[in-house]
Structures are given as C-alpha cells and as structure tokens.
T-cell receptor
Framework: GESVGLHLPTLSVQEGDNSIINCAYS??????FIWYKQESGKGPQFIID?????DKRQGQRVTVLLNKTVKHLSLQIAATQPGDSAVYFC???????????FGGGTRVLVKP | GAGVSQSPSNKVTEKGKDVELRCDPI?????LYWYRQSLGQGLEFLIY????????KSGLPSDRFSAERTGGSVSTLTIQRTQQEDSAVYLC??????????FGSGTRLTVV
C-alpha cells in the first residue's frame, strides 16, 4: 500500500557533527511534507515542512531536501547537539485529504 | 489555549471496560485528528474531523472505536470493551486548513 518509510531506524552521531535522516515516500500525489521530532513521553513536535513545488527549505540548523524524481525526503541537522536526541518522523499529506501519513521513525542518538 | 491539550495523560483500565479520551484543540483550528502510537512504532491514523464535514473514519481499527467532535472544538475518542492490544499512546492534533499541524502530548492507555 501507499506509505512513507525510513531507511535507517537508528542513527548515532557525534556531538557537533551533521546528521542526515532519510525518508522515502511512495505516493507521487503527495504535495506537502513535514518533519517531526518526538522526545520521550511527548507528542511530535513540528520541525520543518516543505511543499512539493520546492526542493529545499532551510530553518534554524535544519534543512529539508525533497527529490520528487525518486520520491525521497531528507532532514539535515547541522552541528548536532545533545538536545537533538529524539525520534524523527517524516509525514506526507495529499491534496485530496488532510490526514498525515507517517513513516516509522528514526532514532537519533547524540554522543558527547 | 496555546496548544493542544489532552486528558487524561495516563489511563489504566481493566480489559472489557470503556474509556474516553479527550482532546482540546488550538482555538480556531478547523481540523482535528486522532492518531495511535504503539510502543516504538510510528503514528497510525485513526480519524479526522474537518469543520462541519462528515469525519474521515477510515483509520478506526474496529467498531469498538468511535469519536465525536462537539461544536467544532473539543473531541472525545471512545474505546468500548477495551482489549490489551488497545494499549498505546493516543495522540490528538489540530490544524488550520493544511497548515500548522500541532500535536498534544497524548494519552497513554494501558489495558490490564
């Protein structure tokens, strides 16, 4: 079925290094994508979003890249900090409906 | 309020009992969503309300699950005759049109 999935379940990163989290989606009709961060015991927290008419969007220390040709989404975190340790989810939204479909999540562990 | 509020934060119930979970969305948000997150898993869509339109119930796993949204604001998710497999974190989110999906902290349901 149509889904959003992630390549790596766990990513260990040295503090100060850059992190890259990848996500594949299968529905070419998806027009809106969001990255969420979820810390233990909390709900998902919005990080950054991107619409399908863009291929790159930057925020504070984060960049989202969208490659529609291969249906691939990535989140780059610059200078990863201990506070970045969390599970990261990508989600897609289709124009015909507003419900978000989530990937399985990637756990990022930042080593001091 | 400033964010999405869910109550209770934790609920332990006996198998076979009914439970009600409450969600207060962000004021002015027209859309409200319920998701379920099992331990270590991604978010599973349950139901979606948009304004006065008929809700999208396509994600409800069985007829034991139902949800209401009164007055276009507060929503209640009801699980009848709870089973152990219903144990999960139930997350509510609200949005304005296709923007600003904001999640609450969730209700952790444990069925014993």
């Amino acid at each position: 079925g149509e889904s959003v999935g992630l390549h790596l379940p766990t990513l260990s990163v040295q503090e100060g290094d850059n992190s890259i989290i990848n996500c594949a989606y299968s529905n070419s009709a998806s027009d809106y994508f969001i990255w969420y961060k979820q810390e233990s015991g909390k709900g998902p927290q919005f990080i950054i979003d991107i619409r399908s008419n863009m291929d790159k969007r930057q925020g504070q220390r984060v960049t989202v890249l969208l490659n529609k040709t291969v249906k691939h989404l990535s989140l780059q975190i610059a200078a990863t900090q201990p506070g970045d340790s969390a599970v990261y989810f990508c989600a897609e939204n289709r124009a015909a409906g507003n419900k978000l479909t989530f990937g399985g999540g990637t756990r990022v562990l930042v080593k001091p | 309020g400033a964010g999405v509020s869910q109550s209770p934060s934790n609920k332990v119930t006996e198998k076979g009992k009914d439970v009600e979970l409450r969600c207060d969305p962000i004021s002015g948000h027209t859309a409200l969503y319920w998701y379920r997150q099992s331990l270590g898993q991604g978010l599973e869509f349950l139901i979606y309300f948009q304004g006065n339109s008929a809700p999208d119930k396509s994600g409800l796993p069985s007829d034991r699950f139902s949800a209401e949204r009164t007055g276009g604001s507060v929503s209640t998710l009801t699980i009848q005759r709870t089973q152990q497999e219903d144990s999960a974190v139930y997350l509510c989110a609200s949005s304005y049109a296709n923007y600003g999906y904001t999640f609450g902290s969730g209700t952790r349901l444990t069925v014993v």
